[in-house]
């Protein structure tokens, strides 16, 4: 009889702790960080310093939240970062080279991302490439290529106020890119919780034949996914423009794998059907802090790959202790 | 079994704060200076041989002169945004001054126009306003020596190859330029201008398919040393006489003329620019004048004064 009762006491001690981990995990591990920094740096915890970081957040934060949809369906697309650098292209040629409206100039920006997007898509579900890795690797080459071609690689400077306004402006101390991260989480968040497309993005990444079999058009949702990726990508583009006043073909090279590592950090699982909008934005807070951080303590670029590199196997560690438990259960 | 987790869990965290402490173990002496001047040093990367001399120079008139000196720089020099973070972040240091290299000179202009300090540019220019002054190398000027100097190795009619650097980069792209008008001049015949994005390898392969269709090149400029390297390996493999020059001047292409492979190479001074970066930070900090713009000259290099220029490249490449 005794037995049986330790026996629950532990589980639900287990259960408890499981939840907390896997809820607050990434957030214990943000403030631990800023612990850590706070002491080895008196210059990180000021205010210029964390308007920096924040600021220095908000594109890797706005691709990140992109990001996070097609990881959900436990898929990935690595072609965010051309997709920026595309976007960014294209909205120069037409603002500042052809001289037309800067909110013609946005448009064309998101509307390029976007419709890049809805290409990873197509490519998928079409022409049933086997794994967006593929489809969205293609892209991201064709998009690089293409910004590229289009200057003949020269960089675009001297954007219009209006362009630059959400990368550049402030209300108050606060930086209106991050103050648009926030807006954009909101959004992203009552998307993925509230609506239906949102739980079909869920149940797609948990159980995909299950998902079809119960009536879901996949095809449909995979769609959307991938053009709302392309659309951040153009959004982060917008806003990378609107810091340096530039638009340069190489621009974003990379930059998928920095918003991968913050949806991984998030918590969010590389099998889908796992992660939280509130854990990708703490997921790219925690290597916004890092680099700063180690920027203030004059610690060297490639060192900075290491320990970021580090800490997402320690994340993902996390991730699978939590999955391991549950297994157990 | 809580235990075992919470354990696993914490050693996860405590690893990382150990990464992030080893890490700034060894560098927390650079930050120190407290009430004595600092100058910041913001660099294009410090993963390649001519920015290390760079750092070297920038680091000797900073012991010289007495003078608490940081240097920084991303991974690698298409790491554009994270120069912008790393300008912004040493900027919060309130140094006395900051030097920068910038990737992309257009981007760096909104962060560098509200700094209160004074700022100098070396090596690549930008369109800035309150810049102090410009240290680095009149690049079309390179270029031109180095198409000088491939043409007096070569007869007139020959063929010639360019192979410039990544694409958008505006010092690379200068020195193309004056090598063709000097090559123009000559009277040689320029068959193929290609990219190689900076890369040895990439201008061992970009050299490789311009032979296919033109196997009688007969010299080839490179705009950096790197790439002059990676061209040579090209040729030496089908076993080709072609003339490379470089530009730069870094220790392996000035081994290579030592050993008679390269031809020649037309060297940037970018330990001067380093140094001269520091030196005249501290003239600004202190009120004094500072030329606008300040050419840190190229050199010739050739078989003749290889030796003497490897003795000193060896001297900073400490």
Known sequence: MSQVVVKTKNEVMNGTLKRVLSKFGPLIGLILLIMVLTVLSPKFLTVNNVMNIARQSSINALLAIGMLLPILTAGIDLSVGSLLALSIMMMGIVTVNMGMSPFLGILVCLAVGAGFGWLNGILLTKLRLPHPFISTLGTMNIARGIALIVTGAAPIAGFPYAIQFLGREFVGPIPVSFLLVIVVYVIFHIFLTRTQTGRYIYAIGGNPEAARLSGINVDRVLIIVYTISGLMAGLAGLVMVGRVNSAFPLAGLSYELDAIAAVIIGGASFMGGVGTVWGTLIGALIIAVLRNGLNLLNVPADFQMTVIGTVIIAAVFVDVLRQRKSKKA | ?318
């Open chain 2, 1 to 318: 079994m809580i235990k075992k987790k919470t354990k696993l869990f914490s050693t996860a965290v405590v690893l990382t704060c150990m990464a992030l402490l080893a890490g700034c173990g060894g560098s927390k002496g650079a930050s120190g200076g407290g009430g004595e001047e600092r100058v910041a040093v913001v660099l294009k990367t410090l993963s390649s041989p001519y920015w290390k001399y760079v750092e070297a120079g920038a680091k000797a008139a900073g012991k010289e002169l007495g003078v608490d000196v940081t240097v920084v720089g991303p991974n690698a020099e298409s790491e554009v945004m994270q120069q912008i973070n790393m300008i912004e972040d040493q900027l919060n240091q309130s140094p006395g001054a900051l030097v920068v290299s910038p990737s992309q000179p257009d981007t760096v202009v909104p962060v560098l126009e509200t700094a209160t300090v004074p700022v100098l540019l070396i090596d690549t220019d930008a369109k800035l306003k309150n810049k102090t002054s410009f240290i680095g190398t009149e690049n079309y000027e390179a270029g031109y020596e180095g198409g000088k100097l491939l043409s007096s190795l070569l007869q007139k009619g020959d063929k010639v190859a360019i192979i410039s650097g990544a694409l958008g980069n505006t010092a690379t792209d200068e020195r193309v330029k004056g090598a063709k008008a000097a090559l123009e001049e000559a009277g040689m015949v320029i068959v193929a201008e290609q990219p190689a994005d900076s890369d040895k390898t990439k201008a061992m392969s970009v050299m490789e398919n311009i032979l296919q269709k033109n196997n009688d090149v007969k010299g080839v400029f490179a705009a950096n040393d790197d790439m002059a390297l990676g061209v040579l390996r090209a040729v030496e493999a089908k076993g080709l006489d072609v003339k490379v020059i470089g530009t730069d001047g870094t220790l392996e292409a000035v081994e290579s003329i030592l050993d008679g492979k390269l031809a020649g190479t037309i060297a940037q001074n970018p330990y001067k620019m380093g140094y001269e970066g520091v030196k005249n930070a501290l003239a600004a900090i202190n009120g004094e004048k500072v030329d606008k713009r300040i050419n840190s000259g190229v050199e010739v290099i050739t078989k003749d004064n290889a030796q003497e220029k490897l003795e000193f490249l060896k001297t900073i490449s400490k």
